[in-house]
């Protein structure tokens, strides 16, 4: 027995262990905790903060939190969702409108925008499931109710129409620099605030997955009416896929809102903004936990990069966005993660043919 | 009640002998009518406990229509369908499965990217949100149709008799009262088929009745208490397989149409 085959046993039986996907989990939000120090390591002579920047890992959790959430409806349920720049908006919206305008505490702003946003979805999802839209049909309709959403805020002026809302001092709120305020005098805390909306999130995800409730999302991804003739009411917990998907999103935008200084309608509403939210879930691996986070992590710097170091070349990094989609979606609609299983299933493919002895 | 009249109507066609156990399927007077085209009419069956009752009839003769209907993927234009006396004519599938109706379907349905014992759970999960005990029950429904060994396997992986026994095993996770089996033996081997028809008595003992569309007539007739002949969207024949062969209507209908071995 080779020294990797005792690996492969270890981590086994390692795998089979019934707290393991907490010890997993615990170890991978343990180094991504470690993130903003081990990037300030040295790496011969030259520091990996260089080229991945605090700014760039919250970001990367931003986007790894927005695709966990997306994913909660969209790659467990199979009902394809692009339009969560809505949610998103809305949670950046509620948040922004509740503190400038009424002092109210945003961490109090940003439940309402879940709220708002989580009926919005479910307003979204009653209509075009009633209606059975899927597919493209489907994707179609999330899109122009987020764009219905812009153009409605854009010429609303009681919500500050295309200016939109610029991020008042915690002072104007009766607060001091800290979580309560939601608003802090560096990035660090901001990273590990986005990190905790994360493990939330993750922690939501998975068990969602490991519920029935996950298995009625992934029958009714599968095959509708199988999962309808065996008792799975699959309108209801559609709906309830989209109501905890846009709950969540519109965290995240309120996060947004309060790390970033300007939200404008077409800043948190953009067209674009549609795809940010979901590619790393896309490219990860649509239906799986670590898959979004995985996304983020390959996606978000590398568009990152590319913006800053090709600054003449306008628009780069969407271009690698999508030319990062068409390839996964034609390639390994599964995903990033899906990638250690396929190898194993070539290797053993590739050893088969080969002749054994 | 309308179990009452339903039952007295019922064995006027052919020579039934008595019925055992109460009625718990319970068509009246269905019809369906799609834009233009009547693929069912008038049609009256019951399937009583424990019975296995075979539905046959030429392509084309509305029997899957008709499951459609009973199952709730659309309801009937006219009549009405019990289940175990109550009335369940204008609910939703799911509905219709978690009062104990569960139907397989002609073309396999598996929900591919699962495992089959999550397909099986699926089922089971009607009775429990636990799912270490919709495990246990999906376990022994795979045990039963003798997937048991291939539980952790992708649904979508399995060759198509592997595959309709685990249409079967998702069926049966729900526990039902009554069982459609939409030509759950078409494309199986022969031993296969020998295997499924030991699977239907073995259901029947449990008490679940079954309706049963097959196109294997030889099957149909050795299995089923009574026969169900659509034709046309009509009900042309009803009684025990020997009669029902011999009945001139019958064999008009295969004859004048692709005969009984098509």
Known sequence: MSSLDTVRDGYRSFDEREDAPVLKGAVGFGLLAALPYIIEIDVAGMELAAALSLKVLILTLIYAYTAQAWNIMSGYTGQFSFGHAAFFGIGAYATQALV???????????????????????????LSFRFNLRGHYFALATLAFAELVRFVIVNMSELHGANGYFKPFPRDYDAAYGLLAFQFESDLPYYYLILGFLLVVTVVSWAVKNSWIGLYFF???????????????????????????????ALGGAYWSMYFNTIRPDTVFALFKNVELLLPAVVGGPGTVV??????????PMSEIARTSFTGINGLDRVIYGAFLIVIVIYSPRGVVSWPERGRALYRRVRGSGGEE | MAADSETSREPTEGETGERAGDPVLEADGVGKQFAGLRALEDVDMTVHRGEIVGL?????????????????????SEGRIYLDGQEITDLQAHQIARRGLARTFQITRPLEELTVVE???????????RR?????????QLAF?????????????????????????????TRPTVLLLDEIMAGLTPSESEEMLGLFRRL??????????????????????YVKVLDNGRSIAFGRPKTVVENEAVIEAYVGGTGFDA
Not at chain 1, 291 to 300: E, L
């Open chain 1, 100 to 126: 400038v305008d009424y002092a109210i505490n945003p961490w109090f702003g940003m439940f309402v925008g879940g709220g708002v946003a989580a009926l919005y979805g479910l307003l979204i999802g009653f």
């Open chain 1, 219 to 249: 029958a009714i991804r599968e095959d509708e009416r199988a999962a309808s003739s065996v008792g799975v009411p699959a309108f209801r917990y559609k709906l309830l896929g989209i109501a905890i998907s846009a709950f969540f999103t």
């Open chain 1, 291 to 300: 898959g979004p986070i995985i996304g983020s992590f390959i996606v978000t």
């Open chain 2, 56 to 76: 046959i009839g030429p392509n084309g003769a509305g029997k899957t229509t008709l499951f459609n209907c009973i199952s709730g993927t659309f309801p009937p």
């Open chain 2, 119 to 129: 397909n099986a759970m699926v089922g089971a999960h009607i009775h429990t949100r």
């Open chain 2, 132 to 140: 270490s005990e919709a495990r246990e029950i999906a376990m022994e």
């Open chain 2, 145 to 173: 149709v003798g997937l048991a060994d291939r539980a952790d396997e992708e649904a979508g992986e399995l060759t198509v008799g592997a595959q309709k026994r685990l249409e079967l095993a998702r069926a049966v996770a």
């Open chain 2, 204 to 225: 029947r003992e449990r008490g679940t009745s079954l309706l049963v569309i097959e196109h294997d007539m030889k099957a149909i007739m050795k299995i089923s208490d």
